[in-house]
T-cell receptor
């Protein structure tokens, strides 16, 4: 398996623009997590899905952020409009119940977002 | 809310030597999990070791071991016989066992440099 695939690896955009980050989880995994990593706040969970349904979105910072999982093999994290303080590395991770019972999540390589 | 603190932003060690990374956490719960993740320059997060709070025995994975002090809420990682490939960011993380939540709470990380 290719692992969790995130695209793009790097994204540079201007303030006010819409940004869409994409994630393809490992096939067969039914949990998907979105994290944000910054120097100031470290690694924070934004939202996670189980069987394509959002379970906990308490980490989503504000209404400008939205996440969807239209099917088991694809998820998006959208920021509209983007602001410079959204600059961070965004990670996607996936897992399935058996591995979650062992507390194992598989992380993608992240998307580095720069908002100018 | 649970918090995880890593007080050492950076650490360095000579190849083949031993290094200990510190982590403390704050929780009112008695049953939980603790983890150490490694993030190399490739940015992927790799699970290094995990500990269940109800287990008194410290977890060990090859050259990696932990010192879990539940009363002190301390969870340090010891890396023995350090190798150049151990150079990375290391994150301590906490997960509750209550309420079925899959949420991980991370510390801000410690950057480990291994000197040849």
């Amino acid at each position: 398996d290719a692992g969790v695939i995130q695209s793009p690896r790097h994204e540079v955009t201007e303030m006010g623009q819409e940004v869409t980050l994409r994630c393809k989880p490992i096939s067969g995994h039914d949990y998907l997590f979105w994290y944000r990593q910054t120097m100031m706040r470290g690694l924070e969970l934004l939202i996670y899905f189980n069987n394509n349904v959002p379970i906990d979105d308490s980490g989503m910072p504000e209404d400008r952020f939205s996440a969807k999982m239209p099917n088991a093999s694809f998820s998006t994290l959208k920021i509209q409009p983007s602001e410079p303080r959204d600059s961070a590395v965004y990670f996607c991770a996936s897992s399935f119940q058996g591995q979650l019972a062992k507390n194992i999540q598989y992380f993608g390589a992240g998307t580095r977002l720069s908002v100018l | 809310a649970q918090t995880v603190t890593q007080s050492q932003p950076e650490m360095s060690v000579q190849e083949a030597e031993t290094v200990t990374l510190s982590c403390t956490y704050d929780t009112s719960e008695s049953d939980y999990y603790l983890f150490w993740y490694k993030q190399p320059p490739s940015r992927q997060m790799i699970l290094v070791i995990r500990q269940e709070a109800y287990k008194q025995q410290n977890a060990t994975e090859n050259r990696f071991s932990v010192n879990f002090q539940k009363a002190a809420k301390s969870f340090s990682l010891k890396i023995s016989d350090s190798q150049l490939g151990d150079a990375a960011m290391y994150f301590c993380a906490y997960r509750t066992r209550q309420g079925g939540s899959e949420k991980l709470v991370f510390g801000k990380g410690t950057k480990l440099t291994v000197n040849p």
